[in-house]
Structure formats: structure tokens, C-alpha cells
């Protein structure tokens, strides 16, 4: 399995971005996609993630309200849209996969196939 995140780039205080997730190689439907990211000098932190094929999604606190984390329905691609972004937005963003139980859904342990990471840049 693959995982190739993409979308990335310079927006303002306030705009709006898509990242996406192209997912290669066969998953099971066990597998849930997360999103994750890690700004410089901070550790990777959970930002959301669409739990196995259930169609439900759980976020962070901090992104609650303002990200949302869809799936398409052949499971290929995931993506965040990220509305009113803030400076506190900006870091290098990872998508993820993997089987896991709900409780561990915000443990970057629990994800073990990743993507390479893509850089959301937000200007104030």
C-alpha cells in the first residue's frame, strides 16, 4: 500500500485548502485514513481521520469545525479540506493508514503505511 498527499501551498489567514490522498495498493476495509501533521520544531500530531468505511469522521479539537475529511467510494482517495486556516495551520501534512481500534485513532503508531508529506504555508 501507497499513500501520495498532495495540495499543498501558500495560502492566507483565512483561506481555504484541499489536500489530497491517493491511496495504491489494495486496503481492507478495516483500514482507517488519517490525516496528521508536524510543524517545525513540534511533534506530529493527529488531525483527524475517516474511520475505516464507516463514513464517520473524528477530528482534533483544534481543527473541529473548520476541516473536513472525506473518502471516496472506491477508498482510492481521501482528502482534507481545510477552511479558516490559521498561522497555527501551517506545518507539513501526512496522510495515513492502517487497521486500528477506535481508541487508538489519534496514535500515529497505529498508521503504518504513510505518505510523504505535503507543506501548507499560511500567510497572515
Known amino acids: 500500500v501507497q499513500l501520495q498527499a498532495s495540495g499543498g501551498g501558500l495560502v492566507q489567514s483565512g483561506g481555504s485548502l484541499r489536500l489530497s490522498c491517493t491511496i495504491s495498493?489494495?486496503?481492507?476495509?478495516?483500514?482507517?485514513v488519517g490525516w496528521f501533521r508536524q510543524a517545525p520544531g513540534k511533534e506530529r500530531e493527529f488531525v483527524g481521520t475517516?474511520?475505516?468505511?464507516?463514513?464517520?469522521?473524528f477530528y482534533a479539537d483544534s481543527v473541529k469545525g473548520r476541516f473536513t475529511i472525506t473518502r471516496d467510494r472506491a477508498g482510492n482517495m481521501v482528502y482534507l479540506q481545510m477552511d479558516s486556516l490559521k498561522s497555527d495551520d501551517a506545518a507539513v501534512y501526512y496522510c495515513?493508514?492502517?487497521?486500528?481500534?477506535?481508541?487508538?485513532?489519534?496514535?500515529?503508531?497505529?498508521?503504518?503505511?504513510w505518505g510523504q508529506g505535503t507543506l501548507v504555508t499560511v500567510s497572515s
Open positions: 495515513a493508514a492502517g487497521p486500528m481500534i477506535l481508541s487508538e485513532i489519534r496514535n500515529a503508531r497505529s498508521y503504518i503505511y
Open positions: 495498493g489494495r486496503t481492507t476495509s478495516s483500514h482507517s
Open positions: 475517516a474511520w475505516r468505511n464507516s463514513g464517520n469522521t
